[in-house]
Each structure stands twice: as structure tokens, then as C-alpha cells.
């Protein structure tokens, strides 16, 4: 027995390799440690989370710096907003500025609103676009206004565009009530209106408030489309695309209807801009909100078209305010139909002095 004993023992069949060992173990310990550093990191961001949402936001690609920017004196007004001149940087620009009221939650969904519409804004490059500089929802006693050093609520949001000089379209327009403008300038202002909304569509974005107050010129007379407050993204269900949302008389049927609508409530409004640029005239100036809703939704009423108009340029009228939204063209459609147009058949104008009321 002892002999088998001594033959099963030989040297280095049963030797324990402690080096092995403790390669095995600091290699599970390494792994636990891995472990326990990775959950102490999410520890910590669940609880950045946590504290971000409550007191610190996150920086946008869009956020501009509080203390380099200086608001003037407003120079328009609106229920929940107003216009100033102003610098950022030392460069002149244009601030609004948007008072969400008390904070709840309704000021929180407006805040969320506001974010995802200026970063869609941010991005756009186009000629016809009035470029977005940046933006904050982080107003402190850091920005005041310069002429009366009163600061601006904490509940405030700017956004700060280039400064255009021209003033808006429909400012432009009431100058030439009377003697109306030449053909060749009717043209020029609808195609930058038409390309600056194809290009809009282009990014899947719908303004929802196009009308000739929210279009701006430059220096050159060139529009540019603003105030993006209530565009978004188009979206993919469009029954989530409801709500009365724009400016009577540039309102679409559907969207008077709270129906689901798509960019084609855009190429409406063009329809009715396009017509006022025109007319030099306002849409409807003698109807009530009740009667004007019901006579476009349910009579097809539309502005009326002077006779002296060309046959080609209220074609594209008709065919942007078409009750039926399909019928309607899109815009790129309708700047190669402008782009056709002869303006040379036409050079001294094409208009009546004297508009014939709406009816």
C-alpha cells in the first residue's frame, strides 16, 4: 500500500501553482473593480441627471452668452412677446423676447417647445431664411434692458436673429396701397417667399404662420421668412398635426377645421401672400373671425382676384388655395410655375389703382 502511495506521489503531478493562483485571482479582482467603477459612474450620472433637471441645463449648440448681449428699447409687441434692436458680440441683431409667465408646467412644455424649434431653426442656411444666431432660456439679472436698466423676467426666453433693416413685408406693402408695384417686383418678392419655403418643406419643417407680418426684407428688398414660434417638424402621423395654429385669413381650411394637416397648409398661406402681394391690400378686411371661418371652410371664400391680374399669376393663386390640400401644389412646384411667368408682358404693371371689395 505504501509502495502505491509512494508511486502515485511524483514530483510535480499534484504541486499547487500558487502563481497561477494569484494571477486567477487578481485578474477577478480586477474584474470586480471594473464592475464597482462602472456602477459608482452611472451612480454619479443618474444623480447629474437628476440635479441637471432640476438646476442645470444642458449646452445647446445654440446657447448664446448671457453677459455679451445688450437689449434695446422694444420696437414691436405682441400678448407674449416683443421685438427689440439690440448687440450681441458688438454686432447688431434682432431680440425677441418671450415671457412664458409663471413657472408650472405649462411654462416647462413651452421651454421643451422652444428648445427643439430654435435647434431646428439653427440649422437652416438658406438665402430666404432669416438666420437664427442663437438663443437662451437661461435669462438671469445678467440681461437688461439697456435704456431703463429694468431686467427681464426669469421666466424669459430670447432668440436673436440678424438684424434686417427693411422692416416686415407687410409694412412695405401698405405703402404702395395706392399706386400698387410693378409686375417684375410681385415676381421678385413671391419667389423669395416661394424658395425660402421649398426650402423649409426641403428640411420637412412647416412654418404653420406664414403671412406677410412674419416676412422680413433686407437692405436689398430681399425676403427673408421669420418668426419660427410655431413651426416644427412635420410629423410622421399627421392626426398629431391639429390645432388651430396661425393667423386668420392665412389659415388653411383644415387647419380652421382642427383637422390633421401637413406643409400643404403652407402652400395656402403662400397663396393668400401672394395675392396680397399683389393687391397691396389686406385678405378680408370686413369679416368677423365666426363669419370669415365658416365662409372659408364652408363657401370657399377667397380673396377676390382683379381682372387686370395675369391669367398665369392667378393660376398659382387658385391652385395654392385649393380647399383640398392634395390638389394643392408644392412649393417647388410653384417657383418653377413664377420662374415661368413673362414679366415682360406686363412692364408698366398689371394692376387696377382701385381694389374691389372682398367678397
Known sequence: MEEKQREGFRPGKNKIDIKSMDDQLQKHLDRVSIIEMKKKEQDNYRVRERVG???IQEIQEWEIDPEKLVINEPFARGTFASVHRGLYNGQPIAVKVLDWGEEGERTKALQRDFQREVSAWYKLEHVNITKCIGATTAITSKIKLQSNNTELSSNSACVITEYLSGGTLKSYLIKYRERKLPIKDVLQLALDLARGLSYL???NIVHRDVKTENLLLD???MVKIADFGVARLQAS????????????GYMAPEVLES??????????????CLWEICCCQMPYPNYSFSDLTSAVVYKN???????SCPSSLAKVMKRCWDAEPSKRPEMDEVVTMLEAIDKSKHPHGCFCFSMPETK
Open 53 to 55: 433637471a432640476m438646476e
Open 201 to 203: 418643406h426641403s428640411k
Open 219 to 221: 437692405k436689398n428688398r
Open 237 to 248: 402621423n399627421l392626426s398629431e398635426m391639429t390645432g388651430s395654429t396661425g393667423t386668420l
Open 259 to 272: 383637422k390633421p394637416y401637413d406643409k400643404k397648409c403652407d402652400v395656402y398661406s403662400f397663396g393668400i
Open 301 to 307: 371664400l377667397r380673396p377676390q382676384i382683379p381682372k
